[in-house]
């Protein structure tokens, strides 16, 4: 991420940080598939056979709201596209984020984990459409705005990313 925010500077203002997103700071352990640490994550409460994870490291955690509220408390309101993709853990991200969320109603695009319980996926879609949302499937990388999701929706897949964008728009 570093290499690839350096690339434009001209035009992006990421700031890459070396956290996991998470819900309070400390410090958590992270389980991965490969030993390249792809696609892998803090999973908390499923059993090691379930998501397969064989490889670990332990690794910080913030809260990315407060953390941005401390070092960039001006640009808070500027953010206008939240993308998260935790493993299964998206909900909680969602809801530290809401303060910005609430604030700057950026773009969102999130992840339905096939490890995701039911009651967090309902609870995901209710959080965004109360915060003024209109859910839409992501159907391929180029194709954001897919179908548009209820909240009797958000089973249609085991696995799947959705498309926010304010009601407004």
């Given at each position: 991420?570093?290499?690839?925010?350096?690339?434009?500077?001209?035009?992006?203002?990421?700031?890459?940080?070396?956290?996991?997103a998470?819900?309070?700071?400390?410090?958590?352990?992270?389980?991965?598939?490969?030993?390249?640490?792809?696609?892998?994550?803090?999973?908390?409460?499923?059993?090691?056979?379930?998501?397969?994870?064989?490889?670990?490291?332990?690794?910080?955690?913030?809260?990315?709201?407060?953390?941005?509220?401390?070092?960039?408390?001006?640009?808070?309101?500027?953010?206008?596209?939240?993308k998260?993709?935790?493993?299964?853990?998206?909900?909680?991200?969602?809801?530290?984020?809401?303060?910005?969320?609430?604030?700057?109603?950026?773009?969102?695009?999130?992840?339905?984990?096939?490890?995701?319980?039911?009651?967090?996926?309902?609870?995901?879609s209710?959080?965004?459409?109360?915060?003024?949302?209109?859910?839409?499937?992501?159907?391929?990388?180029?194709?954001?705005?897919?179908?548009?999701?209820?909240?009797?929706?958000?089973?249609?897949?085991?696995?799947?990313?959705?498309?926010?964008?304010?009601?407004?728009?």
């Amino acid at each position: 991420l570093e290499k690839n925010a350096s690339l434009n500077t001209n035009i992006t203002n990421i700031i890459p940080v070396n956290y996991a997103a998470t819900e309070h700071e400390g410090e958590f352990e992270c389980h991965y598939g490969d030993n390249g640490y792809c696609n892998g994550g803090i999973h908390e409460g499923i059993s090691k056979w379930k998501h397969g994870s064989a490889f670990k490291v332990t690794v910080k955690g913030m809260n990315v709201y407060n953390w941005l509220h401390k070092h960039y408390p001006e640009s808070l309101s500027a953010i206008r596209f939240i993308k998260t993709d935790t493993e299964g853990h998206d909900l909680v991200v969602l809801k530290s984020l809401v303060p910005i969320i609430k604030l700057s109603t950026p773009y969102i695009k999130a992840e339905i984990n096939k490890h995701m319980v039911d009651k967090d996926r309902k609870e995901i879609s209710q959080l965004l459409t109360r915060s003024g949302y209109v859910i839409h499937l992501v159907s391929a990388d180029n194709h954001l705005k897919g179908q548009q999701l209820t909240e009797k929706d958000i089973n249609i897949k085991q696995h799947f990313d959705i498309f926010c964008i304010p009601s407004e728009f």
